[in-house]
């Protein structure tokens, strides 16, 4: 080889040297995450994402049919041993139990915890009876409790600090109509988060969470009658609400189960590693705005 021709080559040799030695920061490789409704449309696009980057994942959801669906999906695309599902109602204590311990057997631990599943219910206050109202709060607030509790067990017995993502939502932090049963549990979780994040600290448990705007697509919340309820609340037909989200976001976007599983990824990946008990807002810029 000419002289300049091999010395290009040994540089480009050091430079690919380098690189392999560089810390991947966003790489999950060898990492394991336990995802909370992932038989649905941010949970499933969740999965995706972060198997995509090289985790192992546990999809745990009350829908057996639609955690088969996904798992086998999944199976055809991933490498077959990657995801797994678990059947699990996330208010039932001994389930969420069972279902860490076999995560644990099936992938030998868990790294990252993405609590997601949820429902989401409307009626005005007077019209909100107790059942409504204790449904939303168990699935969504004691849920979240008891997916992080077990989570943190376990994280503090492995001693490898751990990660947990709650999917929140804008309904969190501001008020939507004919919702208080939803809004309040919503915002339970965002307060449990921070709490989470304060205890987790000091052993390198990071917990934040993700705030989505409505994501039509995908979800079965919004395919059953949230939708209808949400689009009376607007004074609007079911099928003019996307284009009305659209319209009032300040980006004047959609947001999709992909552009919540990104943000996830990112706090679920050491990109994020200096933060914890924060919020990342995905609604095309609306967080700022009291809008129906
Ligand atoms: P989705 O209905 O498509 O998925 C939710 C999943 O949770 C479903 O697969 C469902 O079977 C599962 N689930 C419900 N109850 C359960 C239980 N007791 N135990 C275990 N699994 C259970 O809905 P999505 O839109 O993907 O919503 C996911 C999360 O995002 C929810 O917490 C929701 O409140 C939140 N969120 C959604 C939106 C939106 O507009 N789609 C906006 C803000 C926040």
Redesign the pocket.
């Known amino acids: 080889l000419p002289e300049q021709e091999a010395f290009d080559i040994e540089y480009w040799l050091l430079e690919e040297a380098k690189l392999q030695r560089m810390p991947k920061p966003r790489s999950l490789a060898g990492r394991v995450a336990f995802i ?9 696009a969740t999965a995706e994402r972060l198997a995509g980057e090289g985790a192992s994942i546990v999809l ?4 057996a049919a ?2 088969n669906a996904t798992v086998d999906e999944f199976a055809g695309r991933f490498s077959r041993d990657a995801v797994r599902g678990v059947k ?4 039932r204590e001994e389930e969420v139990i069972a279902a860490f311990r076999s995560a644990c057997i099936e992938f030998g631990g868990v790294d990252i915890l993405v609590s ?5 219910s409307s009626a005005p206050v007077e019209e909100t009876d107790l059942a409504m109202w204790n449904r939303n709060i ?3 607030a004691t ?1 979240y409790f008891l997916v992080s509790r077990e989570a943190f067990r376990l994280f503090r017995r492995q001693g490898l600090g751990g990660n947990v993502v709650f ?5 969190g932090l501001a008020s939507s109509p004919n919702a208080a049963a ?1 809004c309040t549990a ?1 915002a339970a979780e965002i307060h449990l988060a921070r709490c989470l994040a304060l205890e987790g600290a000091e052993v390198g448990i990071r917990v934040n969470t993700v ?6 697509r ?6 059953g009658e949230w939708r209808e309820q949400r689009a009376a609340s607007s004074n609007l037909a079911a099928d003019e609400l996307e284009e009305h989200y659209r319209k009032r976001s300040l980006l004047k976007l959609n ?1 999709f ?1 992909e552009d ?1 599983a990104e943000a996830i990824y990112f706090l679920a990946s050491d990109a994020s590693a200096k933060s914890t008990g924060n919020i990342i807002n995905v609604d095309a810029g609306n967080a700022t705005s009291f809008t129906r």
């Open positions: 909370t409704g992932g038989a649905g449309g941010i949970g499933r745990a959801d009350i829908d639609g955690l699990l109602d996330v208010t997601n599943a949820g429902i989401a168990d699935i969504l849920g999917v929140s939502s804008k309904n939803y919503k705030n989505p705007d409505a994501v039509l995908g979800s079965k919340i919004w395919s947001v189960p919540i």
